[in-house]
Nanobody, 117 residues
Framework: QVQLVESGGGLVQAGGSLRLSCAASGNTFSINVMGWYRQVPGKQRDVVATISSGGSVDYADSVKGRFTISRDNAKDTVYLQMNGLKPEDTAIYYC???????????WGQGTQVTVSS
């Protein structure tokens, strides 16, 4: 099993910045993909950004140029630096850890990000 602990959410004004962290522990795998997803009540959970253990990154179009995902493999930790935050970025942000071994996916408990206008 892999446990994920997220931190860094909060309330910020539009244009501000936040940094989310997600630390993985337990039976972690050297080959994995970690990512951030977000969900607004009543809507589906959408991908924000992902990064592989090899360093390949991908972003949702809505956050390109504003958000940066990074990771520290030695610490099994992924970060999401969010700059230029907008009210539409308000959501619960979830960390996801994906591997090639069953059960394949693990999720964090979620952290609330609220951007006021």
């Amino acid at each position: 099993q892999v446990q994920l602990v997220e931190s860094g959410g909060g309330l910020v004004q539009a244009g501000g910045s936040l940094r989310l962290s997600c630390a993985a522990s337990g039976n972690t795998f050297s080959i994995n993909v970690m990512g951030w997803y977000r969900q607004v009540p009543g809507k589906q959970r959408d991908v924000v950004a992902t990064i592989s253990s090899g360093g390949s990154v991908d972003y949702a179009d809505s956050v390109k140029g504003r958000f940066t995902i990074s990771r520290d493999n030695a610490k099994d930790t992924v970060y999401l630096q969010m700059n230029g935050l907008k009210p539409e970025d308000t959501a619960i942000y979830y960390c996801r850890y994906s591997t090639t071994t069953y059960p394949y996916d693990y999720w964090g408990q979620g952290t609330q990000v609220t951007v006021s206008s």
